[in-house]
């Protein structure tokens, strides 16, 4: 699930301070579960939305993306005033998606939204804080057929 997203830019001697204030796990424990849907500005991506997530953990990470800012840690972005927390499962190539990419998003969303409607308990996803949280980010230097996102608790353990 993406919490926040740092985004290209970021420096390897704010790694410390970026791993403090990204890692905010939710303080009560709630179960939720995904609402699929459309996502992003253009409809590019298809996610499972985790709705009725703890108002608390929100403003949490609401708070630390705009300290983050504060700090010039990431780059300001128009989603930083909220958080909608998320997995994603699919995105389109182009933004907005294509003829072809808005008919492929739309089919995946249909058919997901309807596994989760006929197995619910299977989408039931406990949030709390006992949750596992870990930082990922995308951009390190790494060879040829390497993942996007790198566990950077993989990389670079914290101390």
Do not use: C, Q
Request: aromatic share 6%.
């Amino acid at each position: 699930m993406t919490v926040v997203y740092v985004g290209p830019g970021w420096r390897t001697e704010d790694l410390g301070r970026i791993r403090a204030l990204a890692l905010v796990a939710p303080r009560e424990l709630r179960s939720v579960r995904p609402e699929i849907a459309r996502f992003g500005a253009t409809g590019h991506v298809v996610v499972a939305e985790l709705r009725d997530a703890p108002a608390s953990w929100l403003s949490e990470v609401a708070a630390a993306k705009v300290e983050m800012n504060r700090l010039g840690l990431k780059r300001p972005d128009h989603y930083d005033a909220e958080f909608r927390p998320h997995v994603t499962l699919a995105s389109a190539r182009n933004r907005p998606p294509d003829a072809s990419e808005a008919v492929a998003l739309d089919a995946l969303r249909a058919w997901v939204a309807a596994e989760a409607e006929a197995k619910p308990d299977a989408w039931v996803i406990p949030l709390g804080p006992d949750s596992p949280v870990r930082l990922w980010l995308a951009g390190l230097a790494r060879p040829a057929g390497a993942p996007e996102y790198v566990d950077l608790d993989v990389v670079a353990p914290s101390p």
